[in-house]
């Protein structure tokens, strides 16, 4: 009898373990399955200046693009800084409670202090940052608060001034009496200029006059407004300048397209830039979106450059997959950095209509 209880003892045991090793096996094969089909997906909350901005806006839409070509993987959220700092620090704050696994600013005030204070607050939360548009020297200082951010911006910029001032160059060597209006052999211009601190603003501008003037072209700024990227803020200043000078105005040198059209908009309401040539003030922009470019088929502007944002969003979510997966920003990637800003290479072309009398 006792040899037989042994029996039954052992046999008990030996199924008690065959069960308990066979259950682990299918919850080890069940939490497996779950994870590959449940894969998490980055979320990402893009801060803009404003949505009034027609570039951020082909900006946010590239982005979208990619988040719809990747379900599985990403997901933005984007949000409307309004062109106000304030604005900006109060959705930060909300978003610090939320569940956000990388964020991409894109900041209506670019200062150093600003900057750094978005840093921090975005440490706290241990997630990684991109940040767009700074200056090389706040970019050597405030990369010291944090390992986890990295600047991003388009490659070259000051070629996108330089393709600016040639447009007026082409101009007035095809045909200087439509623009030269006085006949003083010198350009009377307008400068439309975005924010003082952005680095962007201040390539586009310094490039596209100096275009001008090493083509041999006497210039004379009559006014430069910082008009901070905005399309009615560009179109108040011009209807105030339009009487001021009293037709003297012969180019509007516009730091992006939004500025340019409020310029147009405002001369068009004393019947100028409508198609008539003998009332025809050059205006010229930076960006390339689709309402400039009809307008310069029409012939009521003189140009654009075009910047290919469909690149830029790309750079974002490159650098920005590698920054959530721990590894190194330009990881697989053929961009470049300078003075601590990872360049994405952008292609500036020139959009014109020269016209001739």
Do not use: H
């Not at 001021?244 to 908009?265: K, L, S, V």
């Not at 009809?294 to 650098?319: C, P, R, W």
Request: hydrophobic share 40%; with cysteine; proline share 2%.
């Amino acid at each position: 009898m006792r040899a037989w209880r042994k029996i039954a003892i052992l046999t008990m045991v030996g199924l008690i373990i065959f069960c308990l090793t066979s259950n682990a096996k299918v919850n080890t094969f069940t939490s497996t399955s779950l994870d590959l089909n449940n894969r998490r997906i980055i979320n990402v909350a893009v801060l803009l200046y404003s949505f009034d901005d027609l570039f951020m806006m082909q900006l946010k839409q590239n982005l979208q693009d990619i988040q719809n070509q990747n379900k599985d993987k990403v997901q933005f959220t984007f949000y409307d800084g309004k062109n106000n700092i304030a604005v900006q620090y109060q959705t930060l704050d909300s978003l610090i409670k939320s569940d956000v696994d990388l964020f991409i600013l894109n900041l209506a005030d670019a200062k150093e202090s600003v900057l750094k204070d978005f840093i921090l607050k975005i440490k706290q939360k241990n997630v990684p940052i991109i940040i767009l548009e700074a200056f090389p020297t706040a970019i050597s200082e405030i990369s010291k608060y944090y390992d986890k951010v990295a600047f991003v911006g388009p490659a070259n910029t000051k070629q996108a001034g330089i393709e600016e001032g040639t447009i007026l160059v082409n101009q007035w060597n095809s045909d200087k009496n439509l623009i030269d209006k006085n006949g003083d052999n010198i350009l009377q211009y307008v400068l439309l200029e975005g924010p003082a601190n952005n680095p962007v603003s201040n390539e586009r501008k310094k490039y596209s006059i100096s275009t001008i003037n090493n083509a041999g072209i006497k210039t004379e700024e009559l006014e430069r407004v910082n008009a901070n990227w905005s399309k009615q803020l560009a179109k108040d200043v011009i209807n105030n300048l339009f009487l001021r000078y009293n037709g003297g105005i012969e180019a509007i040198i516009a730091n992006n397209d939004a500025m340019a059209i409020g310029a147009i908009e405002a001369f068009q309401r004393y019947g100028y830039n409508t198609g008539d040539k003998s009332k025809y003030v050059s205006v010229v922009g930076i960006d390339g979106i689709s309402e400039v470019k009809n307008l310069v088929d029409k012939g009521i502007m003189l140009g654009t450059v075009i910047q290919d944002s469909k690149l830029l969003a790309e750079g974002f979510y490159n650098v920005g997959i590698n920054l959530v997966n721990k590894e190194e920003p330009l990881a697989n990637t053929n961009y470049t950095v300078v003075d601590g800003l990872i360049e994405i290479p952008l292609k500036y072309e020139k959009y014109e209509k020269i016209m001739v009398n």
